[in-house]
């Protein structure tokens, strides 16, 4: 059975940085794709970043040239590195692991990144 683990949430100010890790344990198939999503009380979940097993990434308009999304050297790991935090980035974010030939999506717990002087 497949499952993802997130790491790395906490409070920082704006302007600051911090870097998500996620790591899927089990068979994970050849062909999938990892997506960070977050939620903030009263919104949707929506999608932040996402990124393939060929490397091809994705991201939410108003986090693109401040969020990087990357496979780490261990297998099935990734990573968000996240620059010029802002207040409204304020949210719990989820790891979803997409596993294409099954279409099987397998969520973590989620991790709460606070952005606030």
């Known amino acids: 059975q497949v499952q993802v683990l997130e790491s790395g949430g906490g409070l920082v100010q704006p302007g600051g940085s911090l870097r998500l890790s996620c790591a899927a344990s089990?068979?994970?198939?050849?062909?999938?794709?990892f997506g960070w999503y977050r939620q903030a009380p009263g919104n949707k979940r929506e999608l932040v970043a996402a990124i393939n097993n060929s490397g091809t990434s994705s991201y939410k308009d108003s986090v693109r040239g401040r969020f990087t999304i990357a496979r780490g050297d261990a297998r099935n790991t990734v990573y968000l590195q996240m620059n010029n935090l802002k207040p409204e980035d304020t949210a719990t974010y989820y790891c979803n692991l997409a596993l294409i030939p099954s279409q099987v999506a397998i969520w973590g717990q989620g991790t709460q990144v606070t952005v606030s002087s």
């Open positions: 089990g068979d994970v198939e050849s062909t999938y794709v």
